[in-house]
């Protein structure tokens, strides 16, 4: 049996006291078996139903620690913005997912894209904001 491999960019990683869940778009009605696999890098695999591998890219670097550390999580399907599903899932620790980390590249090129959308004195502001933001942490 082969998986239908989806990737999936967009999500939210979650967090509520020491609990962590992923939240994404997909409504594919009843969840019967999923399984959770992560490296510890830019990728995690959720295989829904042993017929659907969801490849969740760009996991935040500074999220990535917390991240390999969880044993289980809660996965939010989600549909607009209503919970289609809700569910745990246990974290399987594997060795590597065979993916390129392409973080740095993809967050270079949005930022270029800002820039481009906003001009040059906007995005410097824009810039300015968010770093006072980040130092103030």
Same mark, same amino acid.
């Given at each position: ?7 999936v960019d967009e999500f ?24 959770? +696999?992560y490296d510890g890098r830019?990728?995690?695999? $959720?295989?829904?139903?042993? *017929?659907?591998?969801?490849?969740? *890219?760009?996991?935040?670097?500074? $999220? ?9 999580? +809660? ?15 246990? =974290?399987?620790? =594997? ?14 090129? +949005? +930022? ?16 300015? =904001? ?8």
């Amino acid at each position: 049996m082969s998986l239908e491999n989806i990737l999936v960019d967009e999500f939210s990683i979650l967090q509520k006291g020491d609990k962590y869940a992923i939240a994404f778009q997909l409504d594919e009605g009843v969840v019967n078996d999923a399984d959770f +696999m992560y490296d510890g890098r830019n990728c995690a695999i $959720l295989i829904r139903n042993k *017929t659907k591998a969801y490849l969740l *890219t760009n996991i935040l670097p500074d $999220l990535r620690p917390t991240l390999a550390k969880q044993n289980d999580l +809660m996965i939010f399907e989600e549909r607009g913005s209503e919970v289609a599903n809700k569910y745990e899932v246990k =974290v399987r620790h =594997v060795k590597e997912i065979p993916y390129p980390d392409n973080f740095e590249r993809d967050a270079a090129k +949005m +930022m270029e894209d800002i820039r481009a959308e906003l001009g040059e004195e906007k995005y410097n502001e824009l810039v300015k =904001v968010i770093e006072e933001a980040y130092n103030k942490k």
